[in-house]
C-alpha cells in the first residue's frame, strides 16, 4: 500500500475534498479546535479565498499537541491574508469557550481535530458546534475501535445515524484510517 500524501496531519486528497465543498459554500469565518503547527490550517484556507476570520485553538504540549507549536502555528497564521486569532488553551475550558465566542461569535466553518478520546470530541462538539452557521467537521472519522484516537469515529457513527444531512471524506483507495466527517447545520 502507498504512503498517503499528507498536509499537516491531514490526508491531502480528502482535504482537497473538504476545500472544494467549502469554495461550493463561501464561508468566510473558520475555527479550528486543535490546529497544531496550522500546516493544514494554512494549506486550507489559502484555498479557501472567501475566509477573512480564522480562529484557531490548540493547547501545544498537551496529549494530542506537539510541545513548541505554538511558534509554527504563529508563523502560518501571519502568513495568511485573513484576520486571525489564536488561542492557546485547553478548547474544553469555559474561559477558553468564552474567548472563542468573543473573537467572533459565530463561523461559518467549525473544524474539530484535537483530543481524539470519545469524551473529548464529544464535549468539543457540544461546545463548539452550536457556533457552526453552515458546517461542522470532525477529522479521524474512520479509526478502529482498538485504536487510541477512536473518539472521532465513535462520535460520527452516533451523529451520522441521527443527522439527516451529513457528507465524508474518505480516502478509500488507500486504506485511509483518518477521514472527514461533514454535517450541515
Known amino acids: ?72 502555528l504563529d508563523g502560518n497564521l501571519e502568513a495568511l491574508s485573513a484576520e486571525t486569532w489564536p488561542i492557546y488553551a485547553d478548547s474544553q475550558a469555559l474561559l477558553t469557550w468564552s474567548d472563542v465566542t468573543r473573537a467572533h461569535y459565530r463561523y461559518d466553518v467549525v ?22 452557521n453552515m458546517i461542522v467537521a470532525l477529522h479521524d472519522i474512520n479509526h478502529p475501535p482498538d485504536s487510541k484516537a477512536y473518539g472521532p469515529t ?10 439527516q444531512i451529513t457528507k465524508e471524506f474518505i480516502d478509500h483507495d488507500w486504506g485511509s484510517r483518518k477521514g472527514i466527517g461533514v454535517i450541515y447545520v
Open 111 to 132: 473544524f474539530i481535530d484535537a483530543d481524539h478520546s470519545y469524551e473529548g470530541v464529544k464535549r468539543d462538539f457540544e461546545l463548539y458546534a452550536p457556533f457552526a
Open 1 to 72: 500500500m502507498a504512503r498517503l500524501e499528507q498536509i499537516g496531519g491531514q490526508v491531502k486528497s480528502e482535504l482537497d475534498d473538504f476545500i472544494a465543498l467549502c469554495n461550493e459554500l463561501k464561508p468566510t469565518s473558520y475555527l479550528e479546535i486543535g490546529a497544531r503547527e496550522g500546516i493544514a490550517l494554512r494549506y486550507f484556507v489559502e484555498r479557501v479565498p472567501t475566509i477573512t476570520h480564522v480562529t484557531a485553538v490548540d493547547l501545544p504540549g498537551a496529549e494530542w499537541g506537539r510541545a513548541g507549536s505554538d511558534a509554527a
Open 154 to 163: 465513535k462520535l460520527w457513527n452516533e451523529i451520522d445515524s441521527w443527522h
